[in-house]
């Protein structure tokens, strides 16, 4: 079984950054894609970003893409989301996600993956 413990949400003023952090544990963290999705109030979870397990390809969604970056430390077991230029819309709780197996890249809808974390708020205000 793999843990995900999110780490680094909170309340920015639109333009502003912030750095979330996933901390895995139970299984070898370069046997996982890594992915970050979102939700915000009432809409449906959407996939952000994902990285494949040798960190070398990345893929985002085109809300997020050049403004945020998704990186990984395979000897650290931990996935980062790097966040520039918020956005009130990107306002959301963000979930670290996990893929069991080799993947260049990595998948992109929340169903295809294995394991979540709990989750932390990223709140942009205007």
């Known amino acids: 079984q793999v843990q995900l413990i999110e780490s680094g949400g909170g309340l920015v003023q639109a333009g502003g950054s912030l750095r979330l952090s996933c901390a895995a544990s139970g299984r070898t963290f370069s046997s996982l894609a890594m992915g970050w999705f979102r939700q915000a109030a009432g809409k449906e979870r959407e996939f952000v970003a994902v990285?494949?397990?040798?960190?070398?390809?990345?893929n985002y969604a085109d809300s997020v893409k050049g403004r945020f970056t998704i990186s990984r430390d395979n000897a650290k077991n931990t996935v980062y989301l790097q966040m520039n230029s918020l956005k009130p819309e990107d306002t959301a709780v963000y979930y670290c996600?996990?893929?069991?197996?080799?993947?260049?890249?990595?998948?992109?809808?929340?169903?295809?993956?294995?394991?979540w974390g709990q989750g932390t708020q990223v709140t942009v205000s205007s």
């Open positions: 996600a996990a893929k069991d197996g080799i993947f260049y890249i990595g998948p992109t809808r929340p169903d295809q993956y294995d394991y």
């Open positions: 990285i494949g397990n040798g960190g070398a390809r990345t």
